[in-house]
């Protein structure tokens, strides 16, 4: 939530712009609808989630991720969302989720491979590891849509979701 900070005789205020222009102008580019409209395609997208019998027909407020990975251009996005667990589906909406970016040196394949192998996603690309594919599996996989049908669903508008089949995914308490 973004605040306005206003001085009225010399006192201190806030303001809350969340529903405001300002703020929907602001914070669009790093949106997924605009990270897909400004960088295309991603070569990969991941989802990551978990299956558990404490949290079904509950509603969090973080629990399913999306990654976008571009290596050509040097960029790696993860949003976290809202998370709604059923008793056969894990449901997440990019609309309104935080947002994670991590940034390499634009066309060196090479130096991004590099960067991600020291960063929080090591191993998740270009191969998915054996040890990561329980965490993060490709949407073809998790969602049933490939990469041009979630880019076409989501570079215009990030107010859709996204369903998984909540027995692909860990159980947390056994990990």
Do not use: H
Request: charged letters at 25%; glycine letters at 8%.
């Amino acid at each position: 939530m973004l605040e306005k900070i206003t001085t009225t005789s010399g006192e201190m205020s806030s303001k809350k712009i969340f529903d405001e222009k300002f703020f929907g102008d602001r914070i669009y580019p790093y949106t997924l609808a605009g990270i897909l409209s400004s960088l295309g395609k991603p070569t990969e997208v991941l989802l990551s989630t978990f299956d558990s019998d404490k949290y079904r027909g509950q509603k969090m407020e973080e629990g399913f991720y999306i990654l976008l990975i571009y290596p050509e251009k040097g960029v790696i996005v993860r949003y976290s969302m809202k998370i709604n667990v059923t008793d056969k589906s894990v449901f997440g909406c990019p609309e309104g989720a935080s947002v994670k970016m991590r940034l390499f040196p634009q066309g060196d394949i090479n130096s991004f491979s590099q960067g991600l192998a020291q960063s929080d996603w090591a191993g998740i690309w270009p191969d998915l590891g054996e040890s990561e594919s329980k965490y993060w599996i490709p949407i073809d996989k998790a969602a049933n849509l490939d990469i041009n049908q979630f880019y076409d669903s989501f570079r215009e508008s990030s107010d859709k979701c996204l369903v998984t089949p909540i027995n692909i995914w860990p159980d947390p308490s056994t990990l």
